[in-house]
């Protein structure tokens, strides 16, 4: 598939996913419509990320949350089907990845839970639309990821640091980045700090956990955001048994405008047994 | 004023608090309507509280701020002015209260930011809507406030630990309690944690912080929520030189209609000079 390709719209794309004619990462694709980070769940832990996410909405930012066995996400978009429309799946089991696949259909089965989490590719292109560019970007570099010294509040059995990106802006600029991204809650809102690095535990920019490292220029501060793959250390750590997520930068694209608020989820009492 | 006096709307409610016919807590007046935590600081402090609002939003969910010196607060309410709307306010000097008002027009000035962050007034009205009954309302009590061992997310000069709230309920209905209280995470959501209270550093439910101990019956376990004294916590260690805040329990009472979600707020480039 050419990555120059461009494509308008979610349903465009995962019509395209689903037929196996698209299978590469999804950042400017459909770049009015909002992706997500995908993270799908045995039941039995369901109830401990639901109540990760919504204590954590900075790195995790619930967009979308499934019943038992249901692979449509009608908030999303209507003929949505996790199952398939992903460009590439990760499949981890006990917490170590196993491996990448185009296709879960195999693996689905009744107790499987899906959660959709916001993205920061929305507020990059609201931040590009508005004139400041983002650096990993300008350099097709991914963008630099660090395990800072702030917690999460932990939840069940997920816990672990938060996971920050870095983006560097002049300090004029922080405050219009930082009502740019105000706009976007449900895809990881206004950066969480900005200044010396070591205040937030990261002690080398140029080493960072993923991702690649990027230039800070003399006059630019190093400016933090909550990140996507903060869940995905989390579940390292509490290593259920199975676990299936996109691969990075293969997100699920979806038919909801990226400037559109997302109404709360709710979905605990589908994950308790009745009493 | 008559506390068993039934007000039917915000905008009446003010009407009274304004012309000095009402200056008691606000809990179950205006029902169907949003109540707000109010934060009042001179702008030097407003980016960083703005950036711990952003960051800690269980706590601290922003529903409305001002510009510098603006009085009124257009999407709350259409006449609002926040000088003399709320029934009785505190005064705050480097950290430290100093004394209770009815009204603050002769400390007013033009660089004075108001911040408005939800209450729990909002998720309790529903629980009791739903069929759950709230303990401490029930026992005409104030709820028990605990800092706990979980920290914000610092931000300029605010940080702190997390203060929590806690309302007993049955395991079976927690649930459903969460699910409702999902619905309103402009009034800190749903709780942050359940279960053995020293998991999240609480030595003695019996012994609350702030407000009164209240009864968790054998089949019932402690629910706990994320607070709006949160913030108050952390003025009072960051010790700005004016704050004003509303007296507990003594909220703004808005022309919001509880169940609308609140759009996301900006304003970050209103208390930073251009450079």
Redesign the interface.
């Known amino acids: 598939m050419n990555m120059t390709m461009n494509i308008k719209t979610g349903s465009d794309l995962r019509s395209l996913v689903r037929s196996g004619k698209f299978n590469d990462q999804t950042a400017g694709q459909a770049p009015d419509f909002l992706q997500g980070n995908v993270v799908i769940l045995p039941k039995e832990f369901a109830?401990d990320f639901l109540?990760f996410c919504?204590?954590n909405?900075?790195p995790c930012p619930l967009i979308a949350l499934s019943k038992p066995g249901e692979s449509s996400l009608p908030e999303l978009g209507e003929n949505i089907d996790i199952r398939h429309d992903v460009p590439r799946y990760r499949i981890y089991h006990d917490g170590v990845l196993q491996e990448e696949v185009s296709d879960i259909e195999t693996l689905w089965s009744d107790d499987l839970v899906t959660f959709v989490l916001g993205c920061s590719f929305t507020f990059e292109e609201a931040l590009i639309r508005n004139g400041f560019s983002v650096r990993h970007i300008e350099n097709k570099q991914n963008v630099p990821m660090f395990k800072c010294g702030?917690?999460t509040?932990k939840?069940g059995i997920f816990n672990g640091p938060?996971v920050v990106t870095m983006r560097p802006y002049k300090?004029?600029d922080?405050?219009?980045v930082?009502?740019i991204c105000?706009?976007?809650?449900h895809a990881h809102?206004?950066p969480?700090?900005w200044g010396n690095p070591a205040d937030i535990g990261i002690d080398d920019l140029q080493k960072p956990d993923y991702g690649d490292p990027v230039f800070v220029a003399e006059d630019e501060v190093p400016v933090f955001w909550a990140c996507g793959v903060t869940p995905q250390a989390a579940i390292e750590r509490a290593k259920p048994r199975l676990c299936i997520t996109h691969a990075p930068g293969h997100m699920l694209v979806t038919d909801v405008h990226s400037s559109k608020?997302i109404?709360?989820?709710?979905?605990?009492?589908n994950?308790?047994e009745n009493?």
Chains 1, 2 share one sequence.
């Open positions: 109830s109540q919504q204590n909405p900075k702030i917690q509040i939840s938060l300090a004029s922080i405050p219009a930082f009502d105000a706009h976007y809650p809102g206004t969480v700090f608020g109404p709360p989820i709710t979905g605990m009492q994950f308790v009493t």
